[in-house]
């Protein structure tokens, strides 16, 4: 199955693993749509993908904006809800407002995204959630993230039955190498992804577009559906 001509939805598109997934969609001739929270960094992005894209301000926590951004398009082919961040939770110590989000984005943002962009799904099209191999291997701090990658994953299992033929999936990233650790690591952000790199039997961490083209894989090959697809490096053997 080919992506070109195809319409690419992604939910947390203006960075990371969503632009480079974004990127490598419009590459094989895509028509791409991303969202992010921040206009800024969403109009950066859609200069970087040649100004192409359609981007659109969307928190995927927010029910009703997601639900008008699908009823807007008249028909999409494949979403991928990546939009999230890494919520950590020292032991469950925080007030617990500031742990919702971690389920309000992952969870309860791939349920809003599945619902609303399902109806427009074109046969042979699909829907990817992201998770992470945290959902098999705990992140020590991050209970609630993991249980939210845990939950996605079993969630996109129940839906490749209940939205078939679409099919959905999951993607099960290790270490990559991000902004997202801009603000958890600091300036000691290199240091520590180098660390954990060196442990992988690759020896090395993750780069975007390698997750990018694992969920491209999700998206175009039609006989896959209900998987937890990992991309780690060989990080859960070790
Ligand atoms: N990097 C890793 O090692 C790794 C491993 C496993 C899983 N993951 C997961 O992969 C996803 C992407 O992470 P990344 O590493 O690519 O990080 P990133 O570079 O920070 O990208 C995150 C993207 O999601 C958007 N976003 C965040 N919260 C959002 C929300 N509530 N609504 C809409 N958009 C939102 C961000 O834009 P705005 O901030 O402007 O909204 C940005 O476009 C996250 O869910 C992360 O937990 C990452």
Not at 27 to 54: Q, S
Not at 97 to 119: E, Q
Not at 190 to 211: F, Q, T
Request: proline share 5%.
């Amino acid at each position: 199955m080919s992506l070109n001509n195809t319409t690419v939805v992604v939910l947390g598109g203006s960075s990371g693993i969503g632009l480079a997934t974004a990127q490598a969609a419009q590459a094989e001739g895509a028509r791409v749509i991303i969202t992010g929270r921040d206009a800024g960094r969403l109009e950066t992005a859609r200069v970087a993908l040649g100004g192409h894209a359609d981007a659109k301000v969307l928190d995927a926590a927010d029910e009703t904006g997601t639900r008008e951004l699908f009823a807007g398009l008249p028909a999409l082919d494949h979403v991928f809800i990546t939009a999230g961040t890494l919520v950590l939770d020292a032991k469950l110590a925080p007030d617990t407002s500031t742990l919702a989000p971690a389920m309000d984005m992952r969870v309860w943002g791939a349920l809003y995204a599945a619902k609303y962009a399902a109806p427009k799904i074109r046969p042979g099209g699909s829907i990817t959630f992201m998770s992470g191999t945290a959902s098999r291997r705990p992140l020590p701090g991050a209970s609630v993230a993991t249980a939210s990658c845990g939950a996605v994953d079993a969630f996109a299992r129940g839906l490749a039955l209940d939205l078939a033929p679409i099919r959905v999936n999951t993607i099960q990233p290790g270490y990559v190498d991000t902004p997202l650790f801009d603000g958890i690591f600091g300036a000691q952000r290199d240091e520590i992804l180098a660390a954990a790199g060196a442990k992988l039997p690759v020896g090395r961490i993750g780069r975007p577009d390698e997750i990018a083209q694992a969920v491209l894989f999700l998206m175009k090959n039609g006989y896959v559906t209900g998987i937890n697809l990992v991309v780690d490096g060989g990080g859960l053997l070790v």
